[in-house]
């Protein structure tokens, strides 16, 4: 497994995965990503970033059915793996231990 420190939007989009547990496609991603950070997220640049989490083990990925609506394409379903958690959970600590760092004064 490659290293497991994230980039910023590589934790967007590991905590977007995380919020739809098994329900987690690439469009549907960056939708979630768009209404809640209210950034733009390119569907290749979010499909470097899947394909980057899978390699380093954050991630895993399977094929769901093939569907009508889709003209007989699967979708790609992405979920978080316990080193994704374990990811996740460090970069928290991280950021958490920071902003308890910060004096109250900074904040106001």
């Keep these: 497994m490659k290293g497991t420190n994230l ?3 590589e934790e967007l989009v ?6 739809f547990v098994s329900d987690a496609y690439s469009v549907a991603i960056c939708d979630e990503l ?11 640049v979010v499909h470097a ?8 083990g954050l991630v895993k ?3 769901g059915e093939a569907t009508s609506t889709r003209g007989g394409k ?3 379903f992405y979920t978080v793996t316990n080193g ?4 996740l959970l460090k970069a928290k600590e991280v950021r958490d231990g920071l902003w308890s760092r910060i004096p109250a004064f900074a904040l106001k």
């Design 84 to 87: 994704g958690k374990a990811a």
């Design 14 to 19: 590991l905590l977007t995965i995380a919020t």
């Design 74 to 76: 699967r979708k790609r």
């Design 61 to 63: 990925s399977a094929l």
């Design 49 to 56: 970033v899947l394909n980057r989490l899978e390699e380093k």
């Design 34 to 44: 768009e209404k809640s950070s209210g950034r733009s997220a390119k569907l290749g």
């Design 7 to 9: 980039g910023e939007f």
